[in-house]
């Protein structure tokens, strides 16, 4: 019977397996390190695989570490920039980043090599829609839907680019026939209704919202389309009650917050809508809308200085706002710093020369100063004006205008006391498709915490922000000094473009170190620690390579086998991604933590880690009974109490479930409690 290859065989030479084969140590073969150290030197600076790179750049984009990414996806282009993938996922890491005329620039490079790939069209597309180019994102999804008819995503975003571009009419017959194909698609109903009400038809708006409201009664977006349409009505009560609905649904839009609390002035609940613009300027310190309606509501109040500090903000960025510019002159006026309220007044009234109430104020100002001709100047122009009939009478400033409301375009001066607000606000977002390479909506393994693994990056968890700490990880840092200190981590943070070069600079390193040992054990701790530094770049097929090799060597490594089974299970998931079936994989991990535990029996992360493979697996019962070990051996490890909870939950105990996620929330891990929510609101 022919013998099965051990799995690292392609990566050593024959001496090697021959060596392995009779059960002799390497270091006995006496040269034979020779060949090992030349061998891992070659390697190490031979060409680079490209499909091994190209794979690398996607897991990197994956798990949203676009920095990194892109330096791989560099990498292949510098040697083949004939290929369209490595422009496509370059330029939708730029997409991720911001860099929109990157990412076009990307596309466009793409779109040349292979112009028959429908999501390119889409991902510049919606590039294009950030770069407010709507014509020419328009263009892109005609292209993109040649090739994908039923793409529904693309039907809808043609119908945003139409919007934005003004043919409302034939964005209304696109939405129709969205929703008579898609009677599902909750955001078609959405978007209809919000071009109603953009264009003030506001019955026909009210129809399409009770619509959207049925399909879907948990969306954020329909309940603030509501509110603004209730607000717009005057209905202070049903517009409050619909923004707190959108606030709990999608907590993280700013100007809910904002037009909540000028409802509540209209309630007046002054505290309340107070709390509300400063909860929309936490959320976003640079936000202009809640700086100046802040300051007018300060200013009704009576906290003259704060409210200044809001205009000071809004000027900074808008020096010519003469809105702004005026309420800051009638503050410092009132806190008494008549030279800088004179300033403002006249910058004012510099572009609007017969503004009454700001002659008269600025009059009263030059009299408190003794400037007495100014101020009669001044009192002379007003007093010629309204003598002039024609012009009318100007309405001074009142509590009773600042329950009025002016869109931001709106320029006229004499509505200074008023609520600022959007001038056609769109709050349902265009369809964002699931590239290629991103993760996927999974059933369980996206809720879950995800594994330990080594890291050179502390790992800080939850608001309580402990540190992780393992004896086998401490123990190879005293021992070993590695050139960085390894850590434990649960989630690793992306990495900007400073360390992300820091750790290809690391690689290369220790690929030098390594080529330069001659002593088992220093090569053995460097390989490690380059196995940790690929991983840290998501070149999990190299870190698994290293851990190969190592784990040929020394077969008692807790830490070896920890982290190439973490590592199997990066390239598990990106594989089923890809829909390609790996039990095989799923099984060397479970295999590597079971060796891992065999040889450190009291560590609750190890315990941890086995069971999640498990959970994710769908193997739910054995995952409760490890992740109960986990926590016997560590009952302050918060992540365990969370899929511990999870794994309850899809067992079918809810109740059981619900109250260790309770006890994850209690150590500090606080997205437990909105996991919680969710499925104690579940029917």
């Not at 600076?45 to 990194?68: C, E, K, M, P, W």
């Not at 993760?439 to 309580?464: C, T």
């Not at 067992?651 to 499925?679: C, F, N, P, Q, W």
Request: overall charge negative.
């Amino acid at each position: 019977m022919k013998k099965k290859k051990h799995p690292s065989d392609i990566l050593l030479p024959s001496f090697f397996r021959k060596g392995r084969e009779v059960g002799l140590p390497l270091i006995e073969k006496g040269w034979g390190w020779v060949f090992f150290f030349f061998f891992f030197s070659n390697a190490s600076f031979a060409q680079y695989n490209t499909d091994r790179l190209l794979i690398s750049g996607r897991i990197a984009y994956s798990n949203h570490d676009y920095v990194v990414a892109i330096q791989h996806f560099n990498n292949v282009l510098s040697g083949k920039p004939y290929l369209y993938e490595p422009w496509y996922y370059r330029g939708l890491c730029k997409l991720q980043l911001d860099d929109y005329a990157g990412a076009e620039e990307d596309f466009d490079k793409a779109i040349e090599l292979n112009p028959y790939v429908h999501e390119i069209f889409a991902a510049r597309a919606e590039c294009r829609i950030r770069l407010k180019k709507f014509a020419d994102a328009l263009g892109d999804y005609e292209h993109a839907l040649v090739f994908s008819p039923d793409e529904r995503g693309y039907w809808f975003n043609r119908a945003y680019c139409r919007y934005f571009m003004k043919e409302n009419q034939q964005a209304h017959t696109d939405l129709d026939s969205i929703v008579k194909r898609w009677p599902d698609m909750n955001m078609a109903y959405a978007f209809q209704t919000e071009i109603y009400l953009n264009e003030n038809d506001t019955a026909t708006a009210s129809r399409w919202l009770d619509k959207t409201l049925e399909h879907n009664p948990y969306d954020g977006n329909s309940w603030s389309i509501l509110a603004r349409l209730n607000m717009q009505r005057q209905n202070w009560v049903v517009a409050d009650d619909a923004f707190t609905k959108a606030i709990h649904y999608q907590p993280r839009v700013v100007n809910n917050y904002m037009y909540r609390a000028m409802v509540r002035v209209n309630r007046n609940k002054l505290r309340q809508a107070m709390e509300d613009y400063d909860k929309a300027i936490d959320m976003d310190p640079n936000n202009f809308l809640s700086h100046y309606n802040r300051g007018l509501l300060r200013q009704q109040l009576g906290d003259d200085n704060r409210a200044i500090e809001d205009f000071n903000f809004v000027l900074r960025y808008e020096p010519n706002n003469l809105q702004a510019l005026y309420n800051r002159a009638l503050l410092l006026d009132h806190t008494g710093n008549y030279r800088a309220a004179i300033e403002d007044y006249s910058r004012v009234i510099e572009t609007f020369p017969n503004f009454w109430a700001g002659l008269l104020a600025r009059a009263a100002c030059y009299r408190r100063l003794g400037m007495t001709a100014k101020a009669e100047l001044d009192e002379f122009r007003v007093t010629k004006a309204q003598l002039d009939k024609h012009l009318g009478i100007q309405q001074r400033w009142s509590k009773s205008k600042l329950r009025e409301m002016r869109k931001l375009s709106d320029v006229d001066v004499e509505k200074y006391d008023q609520w600022v607000v959007v001038d056609e606000e769109v709050v349902t977002p265009q369809y964002h498709n699931d590239y290629r390479g991103e993760v996927q909506n999974r059933e369980v393994d996206n809720e879950l915490q995800p594994l330990f693994s080594l890291s050179y990056m502390p790992y800080k968890g939850g608001i309580n922000n402990y540190g992780v700490v393992d004896h086998s990880v401490e123990h190879f840092n005293i021992t070993h000094k590695p050139l960085r200190t390894i850590h434990v981590t649960c989630k690793p943070e992306a990495l900007d473009e400073n360390m992300s070069e820091s750790f290809f600079r690391n690689i290369d390193s220790l690929t030098v170190a390594i080529g330069k040992s001659d002593k088992v054990q220093t090569a053995l701790s460097l390989l490690l620690q380059r196995s940790v530094a690929h991983a840290t770049t998501h070149n999990f097929a190299e870190a698994i390579n290293d851990l190969n090799d190592y784990i040929n060597i020394d077969t008692t490594s807790v830490l070896a086998y920890w982290q190439r089974a973490y590592c199997l299970l990066m390239l598990y998931d990106y594989n089923a991604q890809q829909g390609v079936e790996a039990q095989l994989s799923s099984k060397r991990v479970q295999d590597d933590l079971r060796s891992a535990i065999r040889l450190d029996a009291d560590n609750a992360l190890l315990y941890y880690n086995l069971a999640t493979v498990y959970v994710m697996q769908k193997d739910y019962n054995t995952g409760i009974d490890l992740l109960g070990r986990a926590i016997q051996l560590n009952p302050n490890l918060a992540e365990a109490y969370f899929n511990l909870g999870l794994a309850r939950i899809f067992a079918g105990h809810k109740t059981e479930g619900i109250r260790d996620l309770s006890k994850a929330g209690e150590l500090g891990l606080y997205d437990a409690y909105s996991v919680m929510k969710r499925y104690s609101d579940a029917k």
